[in-house]
């Protein structure tokens, strides 16, 4: 394989709050709903903190899927990786001999855990240790797809779906598969919410991305991943090219444990780099997909980035965490499906609850966009300063 291998996006799949499938995901979009609501299925005190749920108890989910006794991690990500699996292949029995399951987490199966620390505390029972861990969740999804030559597991917070699709895609550059399934997933805890809460960044009401006002994040749960192969391969099969994956990249900056450098410089590094692998220009964007959590910090950061990288020549911007809220791990991956709906569709989705922008001299549309998207820049920072940016562009 070289360097100019075009690596393909033939499938993909999604759950959040605001759409079981693809399409609904697409019209949420359009139509501008919100997601965002007090939380119905997680088990919680904090009733007040707006959450993304998906709309599936765990029965629900273990009834559609076929399958009990995994975490809701597993739950979702085995539902949106389904969805992937038949775009792509049309059964799991079409796929290739050489597939690889690389899947973005960091919640693993700490619903389960929560649950068993809890019931053994009530005499009911043991804590079982065996479902907490993240690769617990992968090995969940890929014995039930079937036939994976290779899985893996990448936890790097909110950069974790992200740099499952970056890892992907190296290894189809290498030769070492024929296809990779590629995203993340992430359920609401108790654990989760709280550490969030702890860092002083949790709106207790719907979160702004972007605005003046803003006061921090809403969480939202949810799984996506997307089906990446050598486009080659892909149109030798005759698979239909939902999107290319033109360019990523992966920087650290390692500022601080949970904040962004203020000049926003590994988001910026990130950025470049992507436009630089994808054999592309600034101007060359059409839109990008902010990885803008409505925290203080990284609306700030972020909007730094991309003065330093766009100069004047700024795309549109949108923060889809206002439909969704902040999907942590998943992120990546249901943003990632989100800018291939824009390619598709040929709209912007708008920011919600955006009344004073932050940053005045980049746009921020708060309606309906519709134009002809060539290019999408997907934006995804986690904790410890670690920048994740991917390009897609249409086929």
Avoid: W
């Avoid at 299925?41 to 707006?50: D, N």
């Avoid at 009530?122 to 036939?147: E, F, Q, W």
């Avoid at 917070?157 to 970056?166: D, F, G, K, Q, T």
């Avoid at 920087?251 to 926003?264: F, L, V, W």
């Amino acid at each position: 394989m070289t360097a100019k291998t075009q690596i393909a996006v033939t499938g993909m799949g999604v759950v959040c709050a605001v759409g079981d499938n693809v399409e609904q995901l697409a019209l949420s979009l359009q139509k501008k709903r919100c997601g965002l609501k007090e939380p119905v299925y997680l088990e919680t005190a904090h009733l007040h903190m707006p959450v993304g749920e998906a709309a599936h108890s765990n029965s629900e989910l273990e009834g559609e899927l076929g399958c009990a006794g995994i975490s809701r991690t597993s739950l979702l990500g085995l539902y949106a990786a389904r969805q992937a699996v038949a775009q792509a292949f049309g059964n799991p029995g079409e796929m290739s001999q050489r597939v690889a399951f690389i899947n973005g987490t960091t919640v693993g199966g700490m619903d389960l855990a929560e649950r068993g620390f809890f019931d053994y505390f009530a005499g009911k029972g043991c804590c079982p240790p065996g479902s907490h861990d993240c690769g617990t969740s992968t090995a969940d999804i890929a014995r039930a797809l079937g036939r994976m030559v290779y899985t893996s597991t990448i936890s790097t917070a909110c950069s974790s779906a992200a740099n499952a699709i970056i890892a992907g895609a190296e290894m189809l550059k290498l030769g070492l598969v024929d296809a990779v399934i590629a995203g993340g997933t992430e359920a609401l805890s108790a654990f989760h919410m709280g550490g969030f809460k702890s860092l002083m960044i949790y709106d207790n009401e719907l979160c702004r991305p972007f605005d003046v006002s803003r006061q921090g994040l809403n969480l939202g749960e949810g799984a996506a991943y997307i089906v990446l192969e050598r486009l080659e391969r892909a149109e030798e099969r005759g698979a239909e090219i939902l999107a290319l994956l033109a360019g990523y990249a992966n920087r650290c900056d390692a500022y601080h444990q949970t904040a962004s450098s203020p000049d926003g410089a590994g988001a910026a590094s990130a950025m470049t780099e992507a436009l630089n692998s994808a054999s592309m220009k600034p101007a060359e964007i059409d839109y990008i997909n902010a990885h803008g959590t409505a925290t203080p910090n990284n609306d700030a950061s972020e909007c730094e980035a991309i003065r330093t990288v766009f100069g004047k020549l700024r795309p549109a911007v949108t923060s889809t965490k206002s439909y969704t809220g902040h999907t942590t791990s998943a992120s990546g991956a249901i943003e990632s499906v989100i800018s291939i709906i824009a390619l598709r569709d040929g709209f912007i989705p708008p920011n919600l609850r955006l009344k004073e922008p932050l940053c005045a001299d980049i746009k921020l549309p708060v309606r309906m966009t519709r134009r002809n998207i060539n290019a999408v820049m997907c934006n995804s920072f986690g904790f410890g300063g670690n920048c994740s940016t991917l390009i897609f562009t249409k086929p």
